[in-house]
């Protein structure tokens, strides 16, 4: 059993900053590709970022160039440092490794 817990969310004014954490326990071995995803409200889940066991990161076209996706092999956590935050940037964001998930962070971006 996996658990992913994330945290680092809040509220920030348009062109802040934000890193999001997520923490893994359990058995993560094997599990290489880490990724993050966001549902704003009243949209469908979207994937925003995803880093391989190589390092290989690939990003949405609507964040590229402003967030950035990395990852502390020995403490079992992947980030997301955000910058440049638009008011569209806001909804929960969740980490993913294989079908675990976290229970999702809130990030609100004021315009």
């Known amino acids: 059993q996996v658990q992913l817990v994330e945290s680092g969310g809040g509220l920030v004014q348009a062109g802040g900053s934000l890193r999001l954490s997520c923490a893994a326990s359990?058995?993560?071995?094997?599990?290489?590709?880490r990724a993050w995803y966001r549902r704003a409200p009243g949209k469908q889940l979207e994937l925003v970022a995803i880093?391989?066991?190589?390092?290989?990161?690939h990003y949405a076209d609507s964040v590229k160039g402003r967030f950035t996706v990395s990852r502390d092999n020995a403490k079992n956590t992947v980030y997301l440092q955000m910058n440049s935050l638009k008011a569209e940037d806001t909804g929960v964001y969740y980490c993913?490794?294989?079908?675990?998930w976290g229970q999702g962070t809130q990030v609100t971006v004021s315009s």
């Open positions: 880093i391989t066991s190589a390092g290989t990161t």
């Open positions: 993913n490794f294989n079908e675990y």
């Open positions: 359990g058995s993560i071995f094997g599990i290489n590709t």
